[in-house]
């Protein structure tokens, strides 16, 4: 079955660590998106990327960055520079109308 | 003031009622309006999907979209338990590649048996 792959679904990162989220997708789709979910807050976008080896910033980028190696895959990484880093995270791929969304990771600082 | 406003409830209503749940917007550049539902530690799934104004019907489901209001609605008939989650109103400019969705806040929906 076609679909975005979210690893881990649970992660915990100490003050002052950087970790990595993981994005997999086999549905064959260029644009690929992180979006952060607070409550109440609804879904922020972090960084997106067109194709490979390109990535635009959204509107919280500060303290994340990507990488965009491969088509399938779009890994965000949450640094220590991110004061605020508990929240539930979500990659995204467009398809036709609207997007595909993984089941996501939830980030809790420890 | 946000682009997309939508009242984040809790909205309570006994099982086989009629839900509504609404969203205002400030952009007239929107076209493409989408409904997602999202279950507890889920990712959202795309429920219905709209392109300008006028209605769509999906079984239970009736999006609306008023343009010239710039409000659109997702009706939901004979709601059961399973409908409770969280629904959030999403839209866009133009549907090219890589546009970006806006998204509302989301409401809480409780279906009681």
């Known amino acids: 079955d076609g679909g975005i792959t979210q690893s881990p679904k649970y992660l915990f990162r100490k003050e002052g660590q950087n970790v990595t989220l993981s994005c997999e997708q086999n549905l064959n789709h260029d644009a690929m998106y992180w979006y952060r979910q607070d409550p109440g807050q609804g879904l922020r976008l972090i960084y997106y990327s067109q194709i490979v080896n390109d990535f635009q910033k959204g509107d919280i980028a500060e303290g994340y960055s990507v990488s965009r190696e491969k088509k399938e895959s779009f890994p965000l990484t949450v640094t220590s520079a991110q004061k605020n880093p508990t929240a539930f995270y979500l990659c995204?791929?467009?398809?036709?109308?609207?997007?595909?969304f993984g089941s996501g990771t939830r980030l809790t600082v420890v | 003031q946000k682009e997309v406003e939508q009242d984040p409830g809790p909205l309570s209503v006994p099982e086989g009622a009629i839900v509504s749940l609404n969203c205002t917007y400030s952009?007239?550049?929107?076209?493409?309006f989408m409904w997602y539902r999202q279950y507890s530690r889920k990712g959202p799934e795309l429920l219905m999907y709209t392109y300008s104004s006028g209605n769509k019907e999906d079984g239970r489901f009736t999006a609306q979209v008023d343009k010239s209001s710039k409000y659109i609605s997702l009706f939901i008939r004979d709601s059961q338990p399973s409908d409770s989650a969280t629904y959030l109103c999403a839209m866009s400019g133009l549907m090219e590649y890589g546009n970006k969705l806006v998204f509302g806040a989301g409401t809480i929906l409780r279906v009681k048996s």
């Open positions: 952009n007239s550049a929107f076209q493409y």
């Open positions: 995204a791929s467009k398809r036709d109308y609207g997007y595909t």
